[in-house]
């Protein structure tokens, strides 16, 4: 039986990290290298090939339904095309959402990551209300 493979769209998007992002991003660099570079590679794909990675056929990224926004989360673990030996803990997912700027320019913005290795989904409705603010926040500020 032969494996599936898929071809991503190349779109290449504008990525902006929000600063609490970004300060979380730093921690997984300091803890483990390894899953400090699937974190990069994810946030690279989503670089590279925005909503392509939203669809059925890709693993990366998953909608999140419950979020009142058109918020998406970036899996780290199970294993993807991107992180294909993610198979062990920690299991990350990187929230994020877009946001139209003054210049009417739509961007991606990465709001939170957060290990759910021991809450599981629990952790969820805090981590969606926590994006969503921040995401409400990000955009007041720079559609001007």
């Known amino acids: 039986m032969g494996s599936a493979t898929y071809v991503l769209e190349c779109m290449r998007v504008e990525v902006r990290y929000h600063p609490l992002f970004q300060r979380w991003l730093e921690e997984p660099a300091e803890v483990d290298e390894e899953v400090f570079g699937e974190v990069m590679a994810l946030l690279t794909a989503l670089e590279l090939h925005g ?80 994006a969503q603010a921040r995401l409400d926040q990000y955009c007041r500020q720079y559609r001007r």
């Open 51 to 130: 909503r392509a990675l939203e669809d059925e056929v890709h693993e990366e990224s998953h909608a999140i339904v419950t979020a009142r926004y058109d918020l998406r989360a970036l899996r780290r673990t199970p294993p993807t095309n991107t992180t294909p030996y993610a198979t062990d803990p920690p299991v990350l997912r990187i929230i994020y959402g877009y946001c139209r700027t003054g210049a009417g320019d739509d961007v991606t913005v990465v709001l939170i990551g957060g290990d759910k290795t021991t809450l599981g989904n629990v952790r969820y409705p805090r981590h969606i209300a926590e």
